[in-house]
C-alpha cells in the first residue's frame, strides 16, 4: 500500500507536487518559500508575507480579498513561517472546496490557484513599491508576534537555549524576525526584498485532493513563472566542539523553566535518523516516556517533562517546568535518564510500544492535508528522496541495538535555567 502518491514536475521556475487522495472534500493549495537563514533577511522575510496577504492589485484591501474567498465556497488563506535547520520557510495556505462535488461546476481549483498566483506575483503597489499604510501596520503586529514570546515564557525559555546553544549560526535566529531590525524596514527596502526571494528562493506548490495532475500542471504554467536560481543552505555541520555550559536567568516568573540542549550529530538526511526518533520517544517524546514517568511522575520534580528533536538541525531539547529549589535534582535525574538511555536500559515493551506511537502519529499526520504537506516537504529541506512508506519502515526496523549506537552520538550542549527572583537554583 502506498500511502502517498505524489507527482513533481518543474514548471516555470518552481516544482509542482501534486498529491491525490481522495480523503478530502476540499482541495488544498500550499506554496512554500525557502532560503538560507541569515540575518539580513530573516526580519524581511517574517514581514513579507504578512503584507503580501493584505492585498493585490485586483482586490486591493482585506475585505474584498476576503469576499472574492467568500465567493470561492468560504475559500480560506493563510501565512506562516517555519524554521527548518539552517532554513527559513515562508508558507501560503489555502483550502477551497473541490467542485466535482458541487452542482455548480465553477473551476474552483483553478481560480483559487490563479488568486495565490496575483498574491504572489501581482501585489498591491503604491508607487511601485508596497503600500506604506499596510507596511506601517504590519511592523506594528510583527513587533506584537515577537514580544508574544517574551510573555510566554515557555516559548521564551525555548528561545533562550536556542540563542545560547547555537551563538554564532543562523539558527540563533527568530522565526519571526529580529525586533530591533523592524524599524529599519521601509516599503521600497521590503520591496526590493521582494523582488530578490522571487529570483532567488527555491518554490515549491503543493495542491492535495482528488483531482488530475494535468491539470494541475497547467494551471501552474498558466498562472505562475519565476525566474529564480536557488542556491541551498549549507548543510547543517557537526565538527563543532561541544562544551557543557549552564544558563541560569533570574526574571518574576512563578514557575522555573528548565531546557536543556543536546547535538544529536544525526539530522533527517542519516541512515540514523530513524533510531534517533525512537530514542527520543523512548527518552522524553511520549507520555510513557523515561522523562515523563521519572521527572513528573515518580519524582514529581516538574510540571511537565517532555524531549522533542529538531530534524533537520540536529538538536534535541528537553523541556520541563519547576520549582527553583528542585534545579539541581532535575537536572541529576534527565541527566540519569539519558545515561540509561545510552546504556540501552529500557524494557522490549517501552522499545515496542514507542516504535507503535511513533506509527500511529505519523498516520495520523497524513490524515489532514497540511499533515501531507508538511511530511513530503522534509525531503525538499533534506534534499533527498524518502517516501513516507520508507520512512514507516525505517522505524519498524529500527532495532535496540540501532538507539544505544545512535545514543552514543548525542552530547550535552547547553542547560538553560530561567528561575524566579531570590529562589535558589
Not at 89 to 98: D, K, P, T, Y
Not at 169 to 179: F, K, S, T
Not at 386 to 412: M, P
Amino acid at each position: 500500500m502506498t500511502y502517498i502518491d505524489e507527482e513533481i514536475v518543474d514548471v516555470n521556475g518552481l516544482s509542482v507536487h501534486t498529491l491525490r487522495t481522495k480523503k478530502f472534500k476540499t482541495n488544498t493549495i500550499v506554496l512554500k518559500l525557502l532560503a538560507p537563514l541569515n540575518k539580513q533577511d530573516v526580519t524581511y522575510r517574517a514581514l513579507l508575507p504578512y503584507v503580501l496577504q493584505r492585498g493585490t492589485k485586483n482586490f486591493p484591501t482585506s475585505t474584498s480579498l476576503r469576499q472574492h474567498l467568500d465567493e470561492l465556497y468560504g475559500a480560506t488563506l493563510h501565512v506562516d513561517l517555519a524554521k527548518k535547520g539552517e532554513n527559513h520557510i515562508i508558507s501560503f495556505r489555502m483550502e477551497i472546496a473541490n467542485e466535482k462535488f458541487l452542482s455548480d461546476s465553477t473551476p474552483l481549483l483553478e481560480k483559487g490557484i490563479k488568486l495565490l498566483s496575483e498574491i504572489i506575483l501581482d501585489p498591491l503597489l503604491e508607487g511601485g513599491v508596497f503600500k506604506e499604510e499596510i507596511v506601517t501596520q504590519e511592523k506594528r503586529t510583527m513587533k506584537q508576534r515577537i514580544q508574544s514570546v517574551y510573555d510566554d515564557k515557555m516559548r521564551y525559555s525555548n528561545l533562550r537555549l536556542v540563542q545560547e546553544m547555537c551563538k554564532e549560526e543562523p539558527y540563533a535566529l527568530h522565526v519571526n524576525g529580529e525586533i530591533d531590525d523592524i524599524d529599519g524596514i521601509s516599503p521600497k527596502t521590503l520591496f526590493d526584498y521582494y523582488q530578490k526571494a522571487l529570483r532567488s528562493d527555491k518554490i515549491d506548490l503543493y495542491v492535495v485532493g482528488d483531482l488530475n495532475q494535468q491539470e494541475v500542471e497547467g494551471y501552474a504554467k498558466k498562472h505562475f513563472s519565476f525566474d529564480n536560481a536557488f542556491e541551498p543552505a549549507v548543510e547543517a555541520t557537526f565538527n563543532k566542539d561541544v562544551k557543557e555550559k549552564e544558563v541560569i536567568e533570574e526574571q518574576d516568573v512563578k514557575q522555573g523553566k528548565l531546557n536543556i540542549g543536546y547535538r544529536t550529530n544525526s539530522t533527517y538526511c542519516d541512515d540514523d535518523y530513524y533510531a534517533l526518533q525512537v530514542f527520543n520517544g523512548i527518552f522524553g517524546g511520549f507520555s510513557h516516556s523515561k522523562l515523563f514517568i521519572n521527572v513528573r511522575e515518580k519524582a514529581s520534580l516538574a510540571y511537565y517533562a517532555a524531549s522533542r528533536v529538531e530534524s533537520h538541525k540536529g538538536l534535541l531539547m528537553v523541556m520541563s517546568g519547576i520549582e527553583n529549589q528542585n534545579y539541581n535534582q532535575a537536572v541529576t535525574i534527565i541527566r540519569e535518564q539519558m545515561a540509561a538511555m545510552k546504556k540501552g536500559d529500557f524494557t522490549d515493551q517501552e522499545f515496542a510500544q514507542t516504535k507503535a506511537v511513533i506509527r500511529n502519529q505519523l498516520l495520523e499526520t497524513i490524515d489532514t492535508p497540511y499533515g501531507i504537506v508538511e511530511i513530503v516537504y522534509h525531503n525538499i529541506i533534506a534534499q533527498i528522496n524518502r517516501s513516507f512508506d520508507e520512512y514507516l519502515q525505517g522505524i519498524e526496523k529500527v532495532t535496540k541495538e540501532d538507539v544505544v549506537k545512535v545514543g552514543e552520538k548525542v552530547e550535552l550542549d547547553t542547560i538553560y535555567f530561567l528561575k524566579g527572583m531570590g529562589g535558589n537554583a
